[in-house]
């Protein structure tokens, strides 16, 4: 069973950055591409970004490209996501999720994920 466990949420103000990181266990990591998700209050969940197995494709959603990055540690069996230029519309709860496969059409759909982390607050104050 593939455990996903996110850090690095708080509060920054409007402009600044942060980096989220998502360790994961029980399972092989290398193997599973990443994604990440938010959801603000009263929104649905949102497809942020999403990376392949080995880091050689990477999707992003149009709201943050160009100011988040999402990466990958196989050694160490982490997904980071470096968050600059952030808005206070960036303010949700961010969670990180795994799949076996990549879909590049189906890469935003949450439904095709199949581990989550519990999530860890961003917030942005203006």
């Known amino acids: 069973q593939v455990q996903l466990v996110e850090s690095g949420g708080g509060l920054v103000q409007a402009g600044g950055s942060l980096r989220l990181s998502c360790a994961a266990s029980?399972?092989?990591?290398?193997?599973?591409?990443m994604a990440w998700f938010r959801q603000a209050p009263g929104k649905e969940r949102e497809f942020v970004a999403a990376?392949?197995?080995?880091?050689?494709?990477?999707y992003y959603a149009d709201s943050v490209t160009g100011r988040f990055t999402i990466s990958r540690d196989n050694a160490n069996n982490t997904v980071h996501l470096q968050m600059n230029s952030l808005k206070p519309e960036d303010t949700a709860v961010y969670s990180c999720?795994?799949?076996?496969?990549?879909?590049?059409?189906?890469?935003?759909?949450?439904?095709?994920?199949?581990?989550w982390g519990q999530g860890t607050q961003v917030t942005v104050s203006s």
């Open positions: 029980g399972g092989t990591f290398s193997s599973y591409a």
């Open positions: 999720a795994s799949d076996r496969v990549l879909s590049i059409v189906y890469y935003s759909d949450s439904t095709r994920y199949e581990h």
């Open positions: 990376i392949s197995w080995n880091g050689g494709a990477k």
